[in-house]
């Protein structure tokens, strides 16, 4: 049977529903070449707050044989899917004449590499963030340009962190200096954004009636998804059996939180209530769901992710903290203070874990969709309690295309521009920059293997790179 060839841009609609299809059989050229380059690449940035517990985190050698430290066990099947980077900074976010307000600094300066200018007013002023950059060069090809998500509710106005507008605490996209891209933080809110048709009025009206009716959207597509699967082959037909599997699960855990919000929050409260208010693990789980599902639908190729503001004084108490992080974070060297550090260091490696599970479980051409990824995890501090910006904790995980050569533990000189990171990605977004922020140049060395060995710097006790006596 002679199956029919369909454009990447297939969409299932509906009333207000406009679902877009991930990538089949049906859609890619038969050579093999051919088709793994028609395959887009995609650029993620995840944003954890306070540092790390170091001596918890770096390896003790370079190359591919290194062995996984203790916060990054969470990933040891993931093992060859991503890099350590050691020495990178961003060194804008120091104090400097500007004293105060690390946390600020910290989330204003890591996609910028410019230093925020300190004030609690309108004035703000940084630079236009790299996913930003990418968006305006690649955003084009793709229905949404770029995607921003977090699991605080958004600020863009008032006085935070020691003089510091909370724009710049609050928010890790610039499009402009002066135009912060607010992380939307309602599942719900990304959900409708994704499969919804773009008009909004009949996006209401079809919500209201999926509501009503306690339907789901794929009721909506249903006629379209039985008219296309008789025109796929096998593979296709489980693939997109496999994709809106998908969409229905998470569908259902984001109807739950509703569910729940009608039950258990005063109404007064439910226009602002989140799903971190019960469950933080299942917050951040569903907006690693939905950014999976935005790159494998191809609906952007850009996303970030700030998985909570740095200087967030969450407790963890499910995972045995109950302390606040931020607190926790001005640890003095207490040996206590450390191992819960370490905890909450671990749980957010975790759940970076289950995101590049999803991303592995879709074929994409000959390979996946974490191969055609380039994820940058992270903080702009390093430890809290020095308010460090040398020698950030980094992964990157994904290959790029077959760009990068992941399976390592990287050792860059120190004070290594972060920005110099984000000019080599760019290069393989195919939105090549010759500089940006403070960079002062490229890191080939994410595109070649390193020979295993021992670092050139010593750790200490404290979790600081020392060099060699």
Known sequence: ?????????????????????????????????????????????????NGMNMAHWWPETVGRGYELSKTLQPLASHRDDFSVMSGLAQVSGRGGPDGPGDHARANATWLTGVRARKTAGADIQVGVSIDQVLAERVGNQTRIDSLELGCDKARSAGACDSGYSCAYQFNLAWKGPATPMPPEANPKQVFERLFGNGTSNEETAARQKREQYNKSILDFVLEDANSLKRQLGATDRRKLDEYMTAVRELEERIAQAEKFKMQNVAPV?????????????????????????????????????????????????????????????????????????AKINAFHITQFSYFLDKLKAVKEGNGTLLDNCAVVFGSGLADGNRHAHHDLPILLAGRGGGTIKSGQSLEFKQETPLCNLFVSLAERMGAKVDAFGDSTGRLDAIGQTTESGPRQLKLDSGGEWKKQS
Do not use: W
């Not at 299932?12 to 395959?39: F, H, N, Q």
């Not at 971190?276 to 609906?299: G, K, N, P, V």
């Open 1 to 49: 049977m002679k199956h029919t060839a369909l454009p990447r841009r297939t969409f299932l609609r509906g009333l207000g529903t406009l679902m877009a299809l991930p990538a089949l059989e049906a859609m890619v050229p038969a050579a093999s070449a051919a088709a793994a380059k028609a395959l887009p690449r995609r650029t993620a940035f995840v944003y954890v707050p």
């Open 269 to 341: 409260l439910r226009k602002d209530f989140l799903p971190q208010d019960y469950s933080y693990e299942q917050h951040i789980r569903m907006m690693y769901d939905l950014m999976a599902l935005a790159f494998q639908t191809d609906s952007t190729r850009i996303a970030s992710f700030l998985v909570a503001h740095d200087g967030s004084n969450r407790s963890y108490p499910f995972i045995g903290v109950p302390d606040g992080h931020h607190d926790l974070s001005h640890h003095g060297g207490d040996a206590g203070k450390l191992e819960k550090i």
